[in-house]
């Protein structure tokens, strides 16, 4: 589970391929969060098909990655990006990085150390990962599908959970 600003973010991909962490529009909005939020940022990202895409802004928002004792909490300043995208966020090699995190593809997981020593770990439910994947391709190159494929949007959390002073 990873959780920004107290909701439970679905979606997520860890990518030791991007240099930015980024997080998307209508993620960014389904967190509660506003313009007036927003620090200015003027400048583009280049993705690897060459396209460049117009960054809104950034925020700085603390990320908690796993849960209970294998919990681990981040600052992350997210790139806001207004597009449609197959995942709510991306979190790059300089967050993996300081997570110290070790990812499998083939398990689509991720583990990381904790302080105690221990290892903390991030399972993705491979079912509703494959069926995601396969609503996304049924979509891919049809006419009128603007928004994207929606899939296991944010959850608004349980509670419990408190945002740390800046």
Known sequence: MVRINGFNVQRVL???GSSAD?????AFDQLGLTDK?????????VGFSGKQVQVRSYEDLFTVFGVGESAELLRIRYLVLQVVAAYNVIIGRNTLNRLCA????????????LICGKVGKIAVDQRGAKECYNNCLSLYGKKGVNDGHRC??????EGGWKQPAA
């Open 102 to 113: 070790v990812i499998s593809r083939a398990h689509l997981a991720v583990k990381y150390p």
């Open 37 to 45: 939020d927003l620090e200015s940022y003027t400048g583009t990202l």
């Open 22 to 26: 980024i997080i998307y529009g209508d």
């Open 14 to 16: 860890f990518d030791p």
């Open 152 to 157: 296991r949007e944010i959850e608004v959390s």
